[in-house]
């Protein structure tokens, strides 16, 4: 991949296609295609996409067909330096969301934010426009927890389209959100970019992990145990079999 003659290395960790950016370079290029209004979307890899990816082709593709795909889940930083990668750092979502709320209020982009509860994105919207004061926020809109109708989805496309938003935030769960921005790509005229539990954690309505967890890989034992009953069966099926299967993936590779 390219950007401006800049080169960006990728490795496929079983199938799925993750790039090797930085928060720089991923805030950079979102920015510079934000200004351009076009439509492209950025996924943030984690070992559950990759693991719905190895069960689903249409997850898949989604993923591998994102304009970005961030290395978000510290398992999958270790994969890209085992594949060859040794300086990449984590670009994680969470993370990622503020870096670039900061550049669209300096630059004068305007945002949306698409997902999460009622009370989830009052209160985000709340902490955003006290944090940055001249950040345009045009659009925010909770979805139902079903799938909408095609006249939904149309009315969906419109209203973000005529708010204006060149930066669209996705607050939903995967791999939900990835299929979404794959089907909305070349009808929302944003960059999509899926960001799922950062609109919690920047509302304050879910603990984030502490930053040793984070830089150990044990962010997911942390989410686990503050949200068992959603989580275990996500980690319990996907954690061992990425183990297993990576494992093999570098075997074959070495011999």
């Not at 800049?6 to 928060?23: C, M, N, P, Q």
């Not at 990759?50 to 889940?73: F, K």
């Amino acid at each position: 991949m390219s950007f401006h003659g800049k080169l960006l290395e990728s490795r496929f960790i079983l199938g799925v296609r993750v790039d090797a950016t930085s928060y720089h370079d991923a805030a950079e290029r979102i920015v510079q295609w934000a200004h351009r209004g076009e439509s492209r979307y950025v996924c943030v890899a984690t070992v559950c996409q990759v693991m719905e990816s190895w069960d689903s082709c249409l997850i898949r593709a989604a993923m591998n067909g994102s304009d970005l795909s961030t290395p978000d889940g510290m398992p999958l930083v270790w994969g890209l330096r085992l594949l060859g990668l040794a300086n990449q750092a984590r670009v994680y979502g969470p993370h990622l969301t503020p870096r670039l709320l900061a550049e669209a209020e300096r630059e004068g982009i305007p945002v949306g934010f698409y997902g999460a509860s009622h009370s989830t994105r009052n209160t985000l919207m709340d902490r955003l426009r006290r944090d940055y004061p001249k950040l345009s926020i045009v659009y925010s809109w909770s979805p139902p927890f079903r799938l909408l109708s095609a006249e939904e989805d149309r009315e969906v496309v419109e209203s973000i389209n005529s708010s204006g938003a060149r930066i669209l935030f996705l607050g939903l769960s995967s791999p939900q959100q990835d299929l979404w921005m794959a089907d909305h790509r070349d009808r929302v005229q944003s960059v999509m970019i899926g960001v799922g539990a950062a609109f919690d954690f920047l509302a304050g309505t879910k603990p984030q992990a502490p930053g040793w967890m984070m830089n150990a890989g044990l962010e997911w034992l942390f989410r686990l145990m503050t949200e068992p009953r959603r989580l275990w069966r996500r980690y319990l099926r996907n954690n061992p079999r990425f183990i297993y299967r990576f494992g093999r993936q570098l075997l074959g590779q070495r011999t």
